[in-house]
């Protein structure tokens, strides 16, 4: 199995993120499975893991150091891929990167590799780019560019507050896309009870 870790933002934020998705959605009909999962930056992508106790316990202690804390999402970017044979695209808020998150995603790396070995997972390190995906796939390149163009200045500088950390958890042996869930949401703070 695979997890990783990510952040949560205030309910506003969630709530215009995921009305943006929705309106995208329904004029483009892009799809909407990327929005099973809550509205997050992640700090690390999927990596391979075994032991889910000890990973919640390593959770615990983080989401306890971490006080709740401001970020900024910019504005809507479009980065391009291919997805099952099709040049398509994701939609995402790009996240101001501050020294303390950088300092966090170099930090996860840290302790994840000292407690459970080689835990690399791709785009991890100095080029790690924090976002908020908003769609992924489902349409050829060019309307994704038609909604870029459409939607650009709909959430710009859009500022937020993480209050919370979430361990997604992914089951390889299910259909691509459809194994993975929400394992765990902790506060972060030392005076939040777990």
């Not at 891929?81 to 790009?94: A, E, P, R, V």
């Not at 300092?103 to 994840?112: F, G, K």
Request: glycine fraction near 6%; include cysteine; charged fraction near 20%.
């Amino acid at each position: 199995m695979k997890a990783t870790f990510a952040l949560l933002a205030d309910n506003q934020t969630h709530n215009l993120v995921r009305k943006l998705a929705w309106d995208i959605h329904q004029k483009y009909r892009t799809g909407i499975d990327v929005c099973r999962l809550p509205p997050h930056i992640s700090l690390k992508q999927p990596f391979d893991i075994s032991d889910l106790d000890s990973l919640s316990e390593y959770m615990t202690e983080l989401a306890r150091s971490i006080e709740l804390f401001p970020t900024l999402l910019t504005h809507l970017e479009l980065i391009e891929m291919t997805m099952d044979g099709l040049h398509t695209g994701i939609l995402w808020l790009n996240v101001q990167e501050t020294e303390f998150l950088r300092q966090l995603h170099e930090r996860v790396n840290r302790d994840l590799t000292a407690r459970f070995g080689n835990v690399p997972a791709e785009f991890d390190g100095s080029d790690y780019h924090f976002h908020m995906t908003v769609a992924i796939g489902g349409q050829p390149i060019g309307t994704y560019q038609k909604i870029l163009d459409e939607f650009k200045d709909r959430l710009v500088n859009l500022p937020c507050t993480i209050w919370e950390m979430v361990m997604f958890v992914y089951d390889e042996r299910t259909a691509v896309n459809a194994g993975y869930m929400t394992y765990r949401i902790l506060p972060l703070g030392a005076n939040h009870s777990l």
